[in-house]
T-cell receptor
């Protein structure tokens, strides 16, 4: 599976957009980009995924660059409850297991 | 929808005893379930992947005889930590996927195991 690189930590002001970057320069054509988050002491939560088009759902937007080598997860109006570790994972459609990297610890501040 | 229940949420046991953790998909059928372990301030580490009715596939370095996984139905998987020792103390998390290759996994709330 392609490796991902994320900043270890980020801060964001409450009510502002949180933009979390992810680098996946070795991504293959059949690999999707998935985002999960883990709030402290809980199980992870699926947020969004995409292949090459930008995606949006009720939780977030996912922007994937045209060359697919990087992506950005956008939380449009961050709240204190969005404080969590955010994991960017590249996952091929043909495999079952999914591996988590170190993620980005996002702290939303009042 | 897509709720995964994990039980117990917290367990303390004596060294040498066995502990069973249950993972249930409440409102969907899970072809594949996963078990992860997470140590403090670290990321999730995949322990094993189990498909309903098949033997689990364990990751390298995970002892099959110590961490027994059973996936007897499309809604239930269990992880039994046999002869637990203090170094097995960790946060164990299960997840479930509707299909084998689905990248969308639904996670349980986790089980915190403390072995004295």
């Amino acid at each position: 599976d392609a490796k991902t690189t994320q900043p270890p930590s980020m801060d964001c002001a409450e009510g502002r957009a949180a933009n979390l970057p992810c680098n996946h320069s070795t991504i293959s054509g059949n690999e999707y980009v998935y985002w999960y988050r883990q709030i402290h002491s809980q199980g992870p939560q699926y947020i969004i995924h995409g292949l090459k088009n930008n995606e949006t759902n009720e939780m977030a937007s996912l922007i994937i660059t045209e060359d697919r080598k990087s992506s950005t997860l956008i939380l449009p109006h961050a709240t204190l409850r969005d404080t969590a570790v955010y994991y960017c994972i590249v996952h091929p459609s043909s495999k079952d297991d999914m591996r988590f990297g170190a993620g980005t610890r996002l702290t939303v501040k009042p | 929808g897509a709720v995964v229940s994990q039980h117990p949420s917290w367990v303390i046991c004596k060294s040498g005893t066995s502990v069973k953790i249950e993972c249930r998909s409440l409102d969907f059928q899970a072809t594949t379930m996963f078990w992860y372990r997470q140590f403090p301030k670290q990321s999730l580490m995949l322990m094993a992947t189990s498909n309903e009715g098949s033997k689990a596939t364990y990751e390298q370095g995970v002892e099959k005889d110590k961490f027994l996984i059973n996936h007897a139905s499309l809604t239930l998987s269990t992880l039994t930590v046999t002869s637990a020792h203090p170094e097995d103390s960790s946060f164990y998390i299960c997840s479930a996927a509707r299909t084998r290759t689905s990248g969308i996994q639904y996670f349980g709330a986790g089980t915190r195991l403390s072995v004295l």
